[in-house]
């Protein structure tokens, strides 16, 4: 495989046309076989690296993928694309009513992909069983502190009790290991860790902290505010024995650390360096939003719309030679450390982190 120089070019102007068969490869030669697909664009938190206070439009209900168009398109993936990991996000996936269909009907594909959800946990106590039986494997619940006043200044909601009930449900549930992922404040993020990494040994969940990235509706990520995985990983080394976790790290954006203590590992820790470390040599990643456009990337300034040609007429072979397409065109990398980089207009909630 090409060695993938990380910074530049950002942007790929590829000669040669994508293959018309065989699995999802860029001209760099990533594979991707995991799709992150955007169920919705809403949600019933505004956490402040994310969303607005108020203030962002919606994508017109009319414009949104129906749950059989998307069906229709997961079974291309999976099918035609070589897609075997499948993880629903938004937005808010627990605010779409179909989600559980959606979760069946994605159980009954063939090669049957592994499926895994990201939400911000309100709700899950009350669906968390139902999700497994739809077919759900693995879940990643958001929490970023476990202080519920600072939860509530970062959410800008007071719905610290259901996260964590959700959380509970989840294990209940047996959709382990359930994960936390938390992105931290930059005043009180440190402090947040410790006390995070704390709260998930004690309950058998494994923290995932991520680096925040320049994807929030405000525009007003700024680098030097932000705090890095190495002030991150400093800072929990103070508090806890790590060393680094020996399994091959893969594709996998975290880069996870073994937690001791007197009697031997009592848990992992994993830290994705998306802005400090990028990883995008090893992505195997495509995404779909909620309104059915391709994006090769978080950070992708174009995207494929996939509804304007499900709703013209199209058959499989013209969506699948669109996907790969837009999938060849995949930069080397975000571009987040270029001296041009430009945020991309869809904030996180309408990508699908
Ligand atoms: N609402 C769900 C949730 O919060 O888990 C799913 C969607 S959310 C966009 C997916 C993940 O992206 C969450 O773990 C969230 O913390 C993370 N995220 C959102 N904005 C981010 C940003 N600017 N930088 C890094 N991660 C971000
Ligand atoms: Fe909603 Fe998730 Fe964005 Fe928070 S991170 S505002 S929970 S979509």
Redesign the pocket.
Known sequence: MTVVPLGLPSVQRPSTPAPATGPLIDTFGRVATDLRVSLTDL?N?R?T??MPAEGLDWMPRDQKLTPDELTRLLRIGVTRLGITSIRF?????LVVPHLEDVLAATTALQPRPEITL???GIGLAQRAAGLRRAGLNRI???L?TVDPARFAAITRRDRFDDVIAGLHAAKEAGLQPVKV???LDPVTGLQDAVALLGFCLENGYQLRI???????AGHS?QRDRALSADDILDTLRRHFTLTPDPAPRGSAPAQLWRVHDGTGVVGRVGIIA?VSHAFCSTCDRSRLTADGQVRNCLFARDETDLRALLRSGADDDVLEAAWRAAMWAKAAGHGINDPDFVQPDRP??A???
Not at 89 to 93: A, K, M, N, V
Not at 210 to 216: G, R, V, Y
């Open positions: 949600c938190l956490c690296y994310c996000t938004g937005g808010e996936p990201t939400t911000n990643n619940v958001s970023d992922n938390a992105v991520i680096e925040q990235m320049p994807l929030d990520w998306s996180m909630s990508i699908g982190g």
